[in-house]
């Protein structure tokens, strides 16, 4: 088959190029340590949460050292806790799953961005900056409220963070 | 003499049954074009702030049927209409069966039908009928059984299609045993093979799933695993929405521009390309689904990065087929050829823009198939903007482009005013360009797609390349601009089906500079591709799909129906069962009573 030289380049820069972009897709997973949504949470019974110790109260919990875990519930047409309040320059992970349909789950601005699916339970890692209020949006089709389903996160001092919990409010 | 100086017969001369079935396809198209372009400037205009002349509750059936009607029915018609048309003319004889053809034709027409009905009684709440799932119907969610039975009956009628064309071409190649498969038909060919191994996976989660669970037959379904057999096909669908365009790009577009396709082996080397790699990529849709290994996703991420391969390709070869037409128009320099093409012509002019545009569709597509940028863009506006791009304008100006330089030829009608068609396709690039720009910045600040209020109570967005309104204003323009082009599209063509028939609008397309004798023989062995893209499929989604359903099960866990269809449904059937059972029942005794 005869292959006319310069094409024989832009075939040798296209191969380049593809290889760029899968290296930089391992670089962020590897450098940075951009992770997946994986399947690392089992699977859950999207009727049953009210029986979940983790679903039953949604609430952000402090897990260790800095480190928080928020238990979020999404639904037709709002996500509980509303809202999810943070303490700030710390590590939260996100536990979040769905009564009913499929939802997103996005702050909006950052790449803070899951599908929420019932049945399972998708768990996202961020670092908190400092303080600052957060859209919550569900981005994905879920009724036709869609368009009314909203969340805060606000990232809280942690004076103003241990003050909340302390006075009884779990969120 | 008079042979010589008769003109040449056009392909509706030749091949007047094929030439009906296609313009019925191509018109089935254009009106799905026309609704798809209403509900679209009624979407743009609502989500814009700028006119909400429904409630809000109502834009997703605005969107489910902008959605359906324009990338499965506009898209799809189309391509049924070339694809008959391009088979007829490569193998240079008539369809073995002209009543087939017209018989999945009306499947196909059914089919939609039906869909495109339970779509809009959604706007009628005294129906009982809806179907505002979107185009990608994601259960839980239900729509109405009618919306999922045509789905399924309009895509048996493409595979019978695609079974008219391939008999087709196994009668040729009875007479023609040692030729090579015509360009055309080979693209129709490798694109169909494609198809029956995409769309069996919907055909699966239709049949098996969702139409049983929307009868009530089954409580509930596993939404990972319908979902995952949906981008099973939601990603091929996409290439067999494109390759009619590239079909028109490697084969039309050299012609008109005066010169010839640079390389027939390369053209079959990018569409056994997509045969093998469009399919084991529809994983890439789920980078941020739950219950999906990550391992899954990188390898559905590396195969997607080796899909850009053939369009870079095809990049090179239409460029450097097209500079070939200009220099052999006398073009010179190493820039200046691009004077010497015809700009005027609106058939040119339009599939150029929509090149130059699937350019830009394809850099914003990295940044989506890019696992970790994509949390970025995942479900924000950014990604109609990307798509309205490639299907929007790639696919759709180029088939908008391309019903100027083939509708003469099937109807024997020039075409009205090729002005108003040159200014109809810049009008469509302009509206676009500013349309879809708006989108990608409004994604990055993470404004959702997909919804009727994009604006929130709590909170405001921050300010990126121009604030939110003015993006959205930007949007509105662009939309209107997009309505406007498409109304003076279809405008010319109607008023071309009003001209009279003349002759002498016949076009031929003339052979490769490298033809396919140089192309090894192994390209055409069509069962060695299916088998080595069957392969692939098999790899790489047989663990994922095991893993989904042993996670959640064949029928899913405890997930509800969202809204019921079938209880409503059942209950009005009781209703009116009841007294028939009731007045069979007293006719029953009476007679008894009779015989007694």
Not at chain 1, 32 to 42: I, K, L, R
Not at chain 2, 15 to 36: C, D, W
Not at chain 2, 504 to 532: F, Q, T, Y
């Amino acid at each position: 088959m005869h292959i006319h030289a310069y094409e024989k380049l832009w075939l040798a820069a296209s191969i380049l190029l593809i290889l760029l972009l899968i290296g930089s897709v391992t670089y962020g997973a590897v450098g940075p340590g951009v992770a997946m949504v994986t399947d690392s949470e089992q699977p859950i019974d999207a009727q049953a949460l009210d029986e979940d110790d983790r679903f039953s109260e949604p609430r952000v919990e402090q897990v260790g050292d800095n480190e928080y875990a928020a238990y979020v519930v999404a639904y037709q047409f709002g996500f509980e806790p509303t809202p999810i309040v943070v303490p700030e320059n710390s590590t939260v992970t996100f536990y979040i799953t769905s009564r009913d349909v499929i939802h997103g789950f996005e702050v909006a601005g950052t790449n803070a961005n899951t599908m929420v699916v019932p049945g399972e339970v998708s768990q996202i890692t961020v670092e908190t900056d400092d303080r600052q209020e957060y859209g919550l949006i569900c981005n994905e089709y879920c009724g036709a409220g869609h368009h009314v389903m909203e969340g805060k996160v606000n990232v809280v001092s942690q004076a103003e963070f241990d003050d909340r919990n302390d006075g009884g409010d779990d969120a | 003499m008079s042979d010589a100086i008769e003109a040449e017969q056009s392909f509706v001369d030749k091949f007047p049954q094929e030439a009906r079935v296609v313009r019925a396809a191509l018109l089935s198209s254009f009106f799905a074009l026309t609704l798809g372009a209403v509900f679209g400037i009624v979407q743009t205009l609502h989500r814009t702030d700028v006119a909400r002349i429904i409630p809000s509750t109502d834009y997703y059936t605005v969107l489910t049927a902008h959605g359906v009607f324009m990338v499965i029915s506009f898209t799809i018609f189309f391509l049924v209409g070339l694809f008959t048309w391009a088979v007829t003319r490569s193998l240079d004889r008539p369809l073995i069966d002209i009543r087939i053809t017209w018989t999945w034709y009306a499947i196909m027409a059914v089919g939609m039908t039906m869909t495109g009905v339970s779509i809009l009684a959604g706007f009628f709440p005294a129906l009982d009928m809806s179907a505002d799932v979107l185009f990608t119907f994601y259960a839980p969610l239900q729509a109405h059984p009618m919306f999922y039975a045509g789905l399924a009956v309009f895509i048996v009628g493409s595979w019978i299609a695609g079974a008219d064309w391939f008999r087709t071409f196994l009668a040729w190649k009875r007479d023609h045993p040692d030729e090579r498969i015509p360009l055309q038909t080979f693209m129709v060919l490798t694109t169909m093979a494609m198809w029956y191994i995409a769309s069996s996976a919907v055909a699966a989660s239709v049949l098996i799933f969702l139409l049983p669970w929307s009868l009530g037959f089954i409580d509930q379904v596993n939404p990972t695993l319908t979902r995952t057999l949906f981008w099973f096909f939601g990603h091929p669908v996409v290439y067999f929405w494109l390759m009619p365009a590239y079909l028109l790009w490697y084969t039309v577009l050299p012609k008109i521009a005066g010169g010839r396709l640079f390389s027939d082996p390369l053209a079959r080397v990018v569409f056994v390309l997509f045969l093998l790699l469009s399919t084991p990529v529809g994983i890439h849709h789920q980078y941020l689904d739950p219950g999906i290994a990550e391992g899954f996703k990188f390898i559905s991420m590396t195969n997607t990065m080796f899909l850009l391969l053939p369009s870079l390709l095809t990049a090179f070869t239409v460029v450097a087929s097209v500079e070939y037409g200009a220099r052999q128009r006398g073009g010179t320099g190493l820039l200046g050829w691009l004077t010497d093409l015809p700009w005027r012509d609106p058939a040119f002019t339009g599939m150029m823009l929509a090149g130059l545009m699937f350019a830009a569709g394809g850099f914003s597509g990295m940044v989506n198939a890019g696992m970790n940028i994509n949390y970025m863009i995942h479900n924000t506006i950014w990604v109609p903007g990307h798509f309205h791009l490639t299907v929007g304008t790639a696919v759709a100006l180029t088939f908008m482009a391309a019903t100027y330089w083939i509708w003469p030829q099937i109807s024997n009608k020039p075409i009205y005013s090729r002005s108003i068609g040159l200014f109809q396709v810049v009008v469509w690039f302009i509206g676009m360009a500013l349309m879809s720009n708006a989108m990608h910045a409004q994604g990055i600040m993470g404004v959702p797609r997909r919804t009727a209020e994009p604006e929130y109570s709590g909170f405001e967005y921050a300010t990126m390349f121009g604030g939110f309104e003015e993006l959205n204003v930007q949007i509105a323009i662009g939309g209107t601009l997009l309505f406007v082009s498409t109304v003076l599209f279809i405008g010319n063509l109607v008023l071309t089906m009003g001209n009279p028939k003349v002759s002498g609008l016949a076009e031929s397309l003339p052979p490769a500079l490298s033809g396919p004798n140089d192309a090894p023989k192994v390209l055409d062995s069509l069962r060695l591709w299916v088998g080595i893209a069957l392969t692939l499929v098999v790899l790489a989604y047989a663990l994922p799909l095991a893993a989904i359903i042993n996670r959640g099960g064949l029928l899913g866990p405890g997930v509800g129906t969202y809204p019921a269809w079938i209880a409503p449904t059942l209950d009005a059937l009781a209703a009116a069962v009841t007294p028939l059972v009731g007045a069979i029942g007293k006719v029953a005794a009476s007679l008894v009573g009779v015989i007694l």
